[in-house]
């Protein structure tokens, strides 16, 4: 919806070193032509933007380049300001859509990519409705999925054929946390023509910078960390040119566009995100030291956490985290499980993640498995009940005592 473009006239000899990410957060998108004299871009509702005359109609019509009025599918400036900010914070970006969810964004880029006949690779950790999308909607278009074990990057290599033109990418996987090597993963894809995407909604570009490891579309729910406040749905896909143009023109067809006030709500999201990941990812390696320390406990699923699977791969590639992690309870009493749960009492129950309270759900990844085990191998079977954790922004000692009574409340009286 927005491209790179001139830098901000306003200050024409701003120094050209690469500023921290606290800094970027503040200025992204924040471009004069777009906010006038107020901070913030306003809210432009609109659908039809008017012209001087016929000339200038038609040469608007011509033009429909990134930036440019044209009609409101096509955004207006608190749009065109939040794309512009998702892409400076992207290194190795050229543009950004938006979409209406995070799973129009998933389906949008899959489609921007895929024919009918090709083959798509989806990693077996992906996010449910990802899944879903590979083997319903893409099927009935003609286009084959193959699942592959996220952690075995010689079976990943081995499920490559001819046909296959893309690969999705989940990292970590959202319930199971586990990591993929990408950089090892995003070289085989490249070498057999494949495009590689990745879902990276969970440490967003501020944890994991997607293209430069690699990927050539990184693809966000900003439902969860940039509007942070679980009161909006929005979707984003960031690439470089040639794969941002192929974006565009797939979601401008489908006609996506998102609505202006949901694009202000998301831009004052962002501008702190910086600070709210960096609390919730310290909540929550606290708070998963913690349940380490517990007997109820089997597993804690914490990339962020040393020793925990994953923290390797995590600590190579990765500069943050968040507050979304799990863990395994022992025994595989799911009764039991719920007691816990419902006995929480600053958690919410809920689906969804990213906001500035914190939420917890229960799951069980193995009905949907299809090309790797859950439990994992060397794990007892009964270890397959989990509990995923959002971590938000209450202190962490008090989200520990909350669990600690909950974990006396789920034991047999
Ligand atoms: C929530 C989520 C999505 C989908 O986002 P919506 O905005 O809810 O459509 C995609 N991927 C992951 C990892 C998610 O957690």
Redesign the pocket.
């Known amino acids: 919806m927005a491209a790179k473009g001139d830098t901000d006239a306003r200050r024409p000899d701003r120094q050209e070193r690469q500023l921290g990410t606290g800094t970027r957060l503040v200025e992204a998108g924040r471009r004069e032509e777009w906010t006038g004299a107020v901070v913030n871009p306003p809210v432009w509702r609109a659908s039809t933007h008017l012209y001087n005359d016929v000339a200038a109609l038609r040469g608007g019509q011509r033009g429909n380049a990134d930036g440019a009025f044209f009609y409101g599918r096509r955004g207006a400036p608190t749009q065109w300001a939040l794309a512009d900010a998702l892409t400076s914070l992207e290194p190795g970006a050229y543009g950004t859509m938006l979409y209406p969810?995070?799973?129009?964004?998933?389906a949008g880029a899959l489609m921007a990519v895929l024919s009918p006949g090709d083959v798509l690779l989806v990693t077996d950790n992906?996010?449910e409705?990802?899944r879903n999308l590979a083997t319903g909607i893409l099927k009935r278009f003609g286009i084959e999925s193959r699942f592959f074990d996220p952690c075995d990057l010689d079976a990943f290599a081995a499920v490559f054929c001819e046909r296959t033109k893309a690969v999705m990418l989940?990292c970590p996987?959202?319930l199971t946390m586990e990591l993929q090597d990408i950089p090892a993963m995003a070289t085989i894809a490249r070498a057999k023509g494949a495009v590689t995407c990745i879902?990276n909604?969970?440490a967003s570009p501020l944890g994991f910078a997607a293209l430069e490891h690699g990927c050539d579309i990184s693809?966000?729910?900003?439902?969860?960390h940039v509007g942070g406040h679980s009161d909006l749905?929005?979707?984003s896909a960031t690439a470089g040119e040639r794969h941002y143009r192929r974006l565009r023109n797939t979601a401008q067809a489908l006609g996506h566009v998102v609505s202006p006030d949901d694009a202000a709500l998301a831009l004052r999201g962002l501008r702190t995100m910086g600070v709210r990941l960096e609390r919730e990812a310290a909540s929550a390696l606290n708070i998963a030291a913690w349940l380490q320390s517990r007997d109820e406990v089997a597993q804690v699923l914490c990339p962020m956490l040393p020793g925990a699977p994953g923290h390797t791969i995590w600590k190579r590639d990765f500069t943050g985290g968040c507050g979304?992690f799990s863990f395994i309870l022992q025994g595989g009493d799911d009764e039991a499980r719920s007691r816990f749960i419902d006995a929480l009492q600053l958690f919410g129950i809920g689906?969804?993640?990213?906001g500035f309270e914190s939420l917890a759900i229960p799951f069980d990844p193995s009905p949907i498995r299809s090309a790797s085990a859950w439990p994992p191998a060397g794990w007892d079977a009964a270890d397959r009940l989990g509990v995923r954790l959002s971590i938000g922004l209450e202190d962490a000692d008090d989200l520990i005592a909350d669990l600690d009574q909950a974990f006396n409340a789920m034991a047999p009286a």
């Open positions: 969810s995070g799973t129009a964004a998933l992906a996010y409705p990802t989940e996987g959202s879902d909604t969970w693809i966000m729910s900003l439902t969860k749905m929005m979707g979304l689906y969804s993640w990213g």
